[in-house]
């Protein structure tokens, strides 16, 4: 069965401090892989999403990048992390783009100081 | 660009009530999907409808697309303490862009014994 694992589930960083968050997927090949952030009272914000290994879509010009250096893995990071980067930032990833259920990770509570 | 409306934003109930949460749009999805998530978790998956006007049915959760594949409903039956949640609704359009799946913000329900 296909599983998704992400980490850490909470992090406090201070501002100007880099960023690793890390997504792995088990279970299936070629996946779609994405990056969502949740604030409150704003539901979910695409970040990146990533067909294949290397190439990754931007959705929101910001403070982050996104990187897919393994089939499974999808990574997100930050060179200088802002106050306005914290949020609660969701990995998920779907079989194609179009319309299958998504499956999400855990997530990773990031607080910026 | 696409919008998914949900209302209401919060639902406060007692236990073995009903309800019908609401998710729309101007706009035209090919699939709605509804996820449900809990605090400090991710979304997961509910349902998937695709064909205007059908009814799915999940134990005591029924879901409906419109016919004109614009909006749907969750209602639940006799709601339970295990009901409590955030719903979230989100529209697909195949063939476009694959990370373009759109989020409502949420229906923050909670069912109280």
């Known amino acids: 069965s296909q599983t998704i694992h992400q980490w850490p589930a909470t992090l406090v960083q201070p501002v100007g401090s880099p960023l690793s968050l890390e997504c792995t997927v088990e279970?299936?090949?070629?996946?779609?892989l994405y990056w969502y952030r949740q604030a409150a009272g704003r539901g979910l914000q695409l970040l990146f999403y990533?067909?294949?290994?290397g190439q990754i879509s931007s959705e929101v010009p910001q403070n982050l990048s996104a990187s897919r250096p393994q089939d499974r893995q999808f990574i997100l990071s930050s060179k200088k992390l802002l106050l306005s980067d914290s949020g609660f930032y969701l990995c998920?990833?779907?079989?194609?783009?179009w319309g299958d259920g998504y499956t999400f990770g855990s997530g990773t509570r990031l607080t910026v100081v | 660009t696409q919008l998914l409306e949900q209302s209401p934003q919060f639902l406060s109930i007692q236990e073995g009530e009903n309800l019908t949460v609401y998710c729309n749009s101007s706009?035209?999805?090919?699939?709605l999907q509804w996820y449900r998530q809990e605090p400090g978790e991710g979304p997961v998956l509910l349902v998937t409808?695709?064909?205007?006007?059908e009814v799915k049915k999940l134990k005591r959760l029924t879901f409906q697309f419109g016919d004109a594949r614009k909006d749907s409903s969750l209602h639940i039956t006799a709601a339970q303490p295990g009901d409590t949640g955030l719903y979230l609704c989100?529209?697909?359009?195949?063939?476009?862009?694959?990370?373009?799946?759109?989020f409502g913000k949420g229906t923050k329900l909670s069912v109280k014994p």
């Open positions: 279970g299936t090949s070629n996946p779609n």
């Open positions: 990533s067909v294949g290994i």
């Open positions: 409808v695709v064909t205007g006007g």
């Open positions: 998920a990833w779907s079989v194609t783009g």
């Open positions: 706009s035209v999805f090919s699939s």
């Open positions: 989100a529209g697909a359009n195949y063939g476009g862009s694959q990370g373009n799946l759109i």
